[in-house]
């Protein structure tokens, strides 16, 4: 079965998962030729190791908090807030709580 990707006009909710986040996986929810949108959920204490992206990147915080390394600098947002990355801009990721995150890729 094909993963369903939103269509142009089609509305997607991104409210916080609350209760059902221990069981949501991570989701695409668009993908294009020039773009591509997912929900990343973390457990707490999950560590994604350093890597890049071709294009910029966004991450909104849905629910809980998390940790990015960046250029020697630990960065922590939470619900509510917006963190932007440049394009190949190595980093981390360490969710401090059960969270889920709203990030969108330039490709």
């Known amino acids: 079965m094909a993963i369903h990707h939103a269509q142009a006009g089609e509305v997607v909710s991104v409210q916080p998962l609350a209760g059902a986040l221990a069981q949501t996986k991570t989701t695409t929810l668009v ?19 350093e890597h890049q992206a071709k294009g910029d990147v966004t991450i909104h915080c849905l629910e809980g908090r998390v940790t990015f390394d960046v250029g020697g600098k630990s960065i922590e947002i939470s619900q509510g807030e917006l963190f932007y990355l ?20 330039s490709l």
């Open 31 to 49: 993908k294009s030729e020039h773009l591509e949108v997912l929900r990343l959920v973390l457990p707490a204490g999950k560590e994604i190791a």
């Open 86 to 105: 440049h394009a190949k801009e190595p980093h981390s990721v360490r969710s401090i709580e059960d969270s889920s995150l709203l990030v969108t890729f």
